[in-house]
């Protein structure tokens, strides 16, 4: 696996895990944010084909400020770059992929997850939002849904809840949980730890984490 730039940054550290749920050939779609910086960390440029809603299949990595297109951006409004072999596409066949379920894995951000499986990431409580946007559907109809997002709010707030309190994108469509601390697993069961990452303990997790947990032998 690539390690990437440096890791001290938790963004870095969350998308350093989240490339490891990556297998060769897939085809994955990232959200705007944390998960556009998920490619620097897979094994080569062309280990998946990351797709971008706006209509890239193919994305690489981040344009460098001296060599990008002004022109070529994806769904975040990110310069990037288009590894050998990928293609522009329109909107319709773009979202024509994501409707008939063909997207392998979608990372994206969340304001809250709950044990479930929740997904609340469009609605910022006092701030003005246009829609809920193409995260809907990726999130009702990708394979696998795994959020990458920091493990509190800027308030310090637990983000992984026992139930949501905002606005929901997708009810029970949550597999998987990447955050600097942790791993988890969710299910209609509840709430699993599957690995723990850096040096917090699963009490010290259980104080940052509003939803309750299972831990698997792995993450102990």
């Not at 409707?99 to 044990?115: K, P």
Request: proline fraction near 5%; include cysteine.
């Amino acid at each position: 696996m690539n390690t990437g730039p440096s890791c001290a940054d938790p963004r870095h550290v969350i998308a350093r895990r989240a490339a490891r749920e990556v297998a060769r050939g897939q085809l994955i779609n990232l959200g705007i944010g944390l998960p556009t910086l998920i490619p620097a960390y897979l094994d080569e440029p062309a280990a998946a084909w990351v797709h971008s809603e706006n209509g890239i299949v193919g994305v690489g990595a981040l344009a460098r400020p001296d060599d990008l297109d002004s022109q070529l951006i994806d769904a975040g409004g990110g310069y990037v770059s288009v590894v050998p072999g990928g293609a522009i596409v329109d909107s319709a066949t773009s979202f024509g992929m994501i409707r008939r379920g063909l997207i392998d894995i979608t990372f994206l951000g969340a304001l809250q997850v709950s044990a479930q499986g929740d997904l609340a990431n469009w609605l910022v409580p006092g701030s003005l939002v246009a829609g809920i946007g193409g995260g809907a559907e990726l999130a009702q109809k990708a394979r696998r849904v795994i959020v990458t997002m920091p493990h509190v709010d800027k308030a310090g707030r637990p983000k992984i809840v026992t139930r949501c309190t905002l606005p929901l994108t997708a009810s029970k469509r949550v597999t998987t949980i990447i955050t600097e601390h942790a791993v988890f697993a969710c299910s209609e069961r509840g709430l699993r730890l599957v690995e723990r990452l850096g040096a917090m303990s699963v009490a010290e997790l259980r104080t940052i984490t509003e939803a309750d947990f299972t831990v698997d032998e792995e993450g102990a």
